[in-house]
Structure formats: C-alpha cells, structure tokens
C-alpha cells in the first residue's frame, strides 16, 4: 500500500519530557540516520531553558526524533517536514499516539520546495539533520534564515570532518562529535535593542 511504513531495524527513545523512553521505531531506510539519544540529550541540554513555548521547525524529520523531543521538554509546537511518505505515515501515526495532533504537524514534502513555501519568522529553533550523501546543507542554509525569528537557535549535524558554514547573522554556539558526526548549535543576530528618547520609540544601533 502506498505510504505504507517499512519494516524497522530498531529504535530510538524520546530521552526526556513528558514521553520520556517513548520508543520511536527507525526503519530500513537508505540515509536515515537518527541524531543517538547521546547527543540528543547533550543537545537538549544545550537548550535548556529555551524550549518552553518555542515554535519548532525539524525539516528533516525521519522518526521524528528532534521535534517530537523538543516538545516532550515543552516546546508549544513543531512542523515535522519528511519526504519519504511512509515515514511521513508512520510519523502521523505517533502523533496521534501520543496525543499529540494539537501541536505536531507533519508535512510529507521535499524540504527544499518546502522552505520556499512557508512565511518569514515562523520558527524559534530549527533542526537540519539531513541524509549525508544528499549534500543539501548549503542549499538549505541558503534558504532556511528568512523563516527564523530573531534570536533564533539553529542546529546542524554533518559528517564529523565536514562543518557546514553557518548562514549570515548566525554564531556558533557550541559544537560537539562523535565518531560519526558532528553536531553544532548556533543562534541568529538579536535585533538592535530599542530605547525611548523623548518620549518616543527609537531604536539603539551599534557603534
């Protein structure tokens, strides 16, 4: 049957949260690689305090992992984006068992048409996780800032000997790897903070 999800070679667990060790099966796919619950966790703990109310965007979704992490810590919404309709299938069928449909949308579409597609500053953190031997990280780099809010925080991972460049206006924050990847969180500009002169709303721009 078409969307039909194919058979799984084992699982992954949701590491923290509300569903905490909520198992997330991960098929036989050429490509899909889930982030380890090693360095979800290390991520997530990078991100602590900043995920209560954010608006998550996981545009490489496979099982689901990131998104559905970012909201079992508190996250108010994520976009689940996966080109591969079975997993798009099988990703709404999580969904709908945790109960989850209120804040988890999934989009079964290619991420590149995608992006160009969704409204400016609609996401706080976004996850780019793609399959390695695509080399899509400049291509969605180039298009993935305009839908990021101020100050939002963007994560990568890559081969561990490859380090994707940031898009403009973003800073490393911090950076780890295991023998496999590489994983590294940044976060965009902060707009100029704005003061009152005379009774009036300017705003402060650096020297």
Do not use: C
């Not at 039909?4 to 050429?30: C, D, H, Y």
């Not at 991520?43 to 608006?55: D, K, M, P, V």
């Not at 990703?91 to 400016?120: F, H, N, S, Y």
């Amino acid at each position: 049957m078409k969307g039909k999800a194919p058979p799984a070679l084992g699982q992954v667990r949701i590491v923290g949260g509300r569903w905490r060790n909520t198992r997330l099966a991960v098929p036989t796919l050429p490509g899909l690689r889930p982030s380890s619950d090693r360095v979800r966790e290390t991520l997530f703990n990078w991100l602590t305090g900043e995920l209560a109310g954010a608006r998550v965007l996981d545009l490489f979704a496979g099982t689901g992992a990131l998104g559905l992490e970012a909201l079992s810590r508190g996250a108010a919404s994520a976009v689940l984006v996966e080109r591969d309709p079975g997993l798009a299938r099988q990703l709404g069928e999580v969904v709908t068992r945790l109960k989850a449909a209120d804040q988890a949308k999934v989009a079964q579409a290619d991420a590149l048409a995608w992006l160009e597609q969704q409204p400016a500053a609609a996401f706080d953190i976004a996850f780019v996780d793609p399959p390695f031997a695509a080399g899509l990280w400049d291509a969605v780099l180039a298009r993935l800032p305009r839908l990021l809010a101020p100050g939002a925080w963007l994560y990568i991972e890559s081969p561990h000997d490859q380090a994707p460049a940031l898009p403009p206006g973003f800073v490393l924050h911090r950076e780890g790897s295991t023998r496999e990847v590489r994983y590294a969180l940044a976060r965009a500009s902060q707009p100029p903070p704005a003061a009152t002169l005379n009774g009036e709303l300017s705003t402060v721009l650096p020297e």
